[in-house]
């Protein structure tokens, strides 16, 4: 399984910036998909993520009604839309992928969950 990402760069305050992750080498229905942050100095974090079955989402408090995860399933592609952002979302972005069947009791966000971590894209908000 390989998780590309591609879409990271600088931009100033109040600007947006989309994230895309090309997925490839797994073939499963039922699977959940996502983005993690780490800024500089602090641990990683879950940002936003999506399950197929059912479309069910995660944000974080700190990126909710600003940034829209969305999955396209004919293309093995996630993006992340990022607007309105502030210099504390600057970070290194990770996609990451679970393929395991769960019922996910521990929430989208628990980050044991997911096995698979692209190379990451950094993002850089300028104020």
């Known amino acids: 399984v390989q998780l590309v990402e591609s879409g990271g760069g600088l931009v100033q305050a109040g600007g947006s910036l989309r994230l895309s992750c090309a997925v490839s080498?797994?073939?499963?229905?039922?699977?959940?998909i996502g983005w993690f942050r780490q800024a500089p100095g602090k641990g990683r974090e879950a940002v936003s993520c999506?399950?197929?079955?059912?479309?069910?989402?995660y944000y974080a408090d700190s990126v909710k009604g600003r940034f829209t995860i969305s999955s396209v399933d004919a293309k093995n592609t996630v993006y992340l839309q990022m607007n309105s952002l502030k210099p504390e979302d600057t970070a290194i972005y990770y996609c990451?992928?679970?393929?395991?069947?769960?019922?996910?009791?521990?929430?989208?966000?628990?980050?044991?969950?997911?096995?698979?971590w692209g190379q990451g894209s950094q993002v850089t908000v300028s104020s």
């Open positions: 080498g797994f073939t499963r229905d039922d699977y959940t």
């Open positions: 990451v992928l679970d393929i395991n069947p769960r019922d996910y009791t521990r929430g989208l966000d628990y980050i044991h969950y997911y096995d698979y």
């Open positions: 999506i399950r197929s079955t059912d479309g069910t989402t």
